[in-house]
């Protein structure tokens, strides 16, 4: 009988310090987010919650920075900033990064996840994919599904129509896109080529590029019209009466982060401007 309840008691034993050694307490998951389409990606994954601390860009969702602290541009971000929130995880553009920051994160031993974009459609599935995987997460091909969806049915344009796109900060800072650009890939998600085939990246806008490419369409990200006094300011700029675009009022404002972010809006971003080309034909 002593035997069997020295037994027994050496069970309960066994098995309390088993409880305790699997009963461990979860670490509080805390995000910091330095990119606004990494943002809208970890909303998706169901991580709003969990994103402590994001940069500037990151404006969709509309209430994020109610709930997550605002630590301005990149380029403005410094260690104390970050470490002051206490994140087990930092999520960030490569290209965004500068080299000083990104070894004073890997000293603190603060976990970094560093992303190359690709602004493509599978440049955003695999930006998806990677952000769920490095949290453990499996349920997420809903969001690449989403994007295809959204993709389906587009309008087919018998003439590609000319797009040019101007990025405005008043009227003394305006540049134009050309290949190689977010924007330049998305006119052609959308069905329509872009006015500017002769360069690479951005260059300043000149009214003899606005003759020479004679646009059937001016897009702008809305602050860029709003920062040119509205529609009317934009029609001012010089040359841009004489192109189709300007004499037609052809001008298309769209969120920036929507029309150039390529993350989980993507196909309403295409959606969205094909429908804007179709409705001004």
Do not use: W
């Amino acid at each position: 009988m002593k035997k069997l309840i020295a037994l027994t008691l050496l069970t309960l034993v066994f098995i309390s310090c088993n409880q305790k050694k699997t009963e461990q307490p979860q670490i509080e998951e805390r995000i910091i987010s330095l990119n606004g389409t990494i943002t809208e990606i970890l909303v998706e994954l169901g991580k709003k919650d969990n994103i402590v601390g994001v940069d500037v860009t990151s404006t969709y969702p509309e209430d994020i920075k109610k709930t997550a602290t605002d630590l301005n541009h990149t380029s403005k971000i410094s260690i104390e900033s970050l470490m002051s929130l206490k994140p087990t995880t930092i999520f960030a553009i490569t290209k965004d990064i500068n080299e000083d920051l990104k070894n004073q994160i890997a000293n603190s031993g603060i976990k970094l996840e560093l992303i190359d974009q690709k602004y493509t459609v599978q440049g955003t599935k695999d930006l998806v994919k990677q952000i769920a995987t490095s949290l453990n997460i499996t349920d997420y091909e809903h969001i690449s599904a989403n994007i295809q969806k959204d993709m389906e049915n587009l309008h087919q344009f018998e003439v590609a129509p000319k797009v040019l796109f101007i990025y405005a900060r008043g009227a003394s800072m305006l540049m134009v896109a050309g290949d190689e650009t977010p924007v330049n890939n998305i006119i052609q998600l959308a069905g329509g080529q872009n006015a500017i085939t002769e360069f690479k990246g951005y260059k300043p806008l000149t009214p003899e590029s606005l003759l020479n490419t004679n646009p059937d369409y001016i897009l702008m990200f809305t602050s860029g019209i709003q920062s040119m006094g509205g529609v009317d300011g934009v029609l001012k700029i010089e040359g841009i009466d004489k192109t189709n675009a300007g004499k037609n009022k052809n001008i298309i404002a769209m969120d920036g982060q929507l029309l150039s972010g390529y993350g989980p809006r993507l196909g309403q971003a295409t959606k969205e401007l094909n429908t804007l080309f179709a409705k001004q034909q």
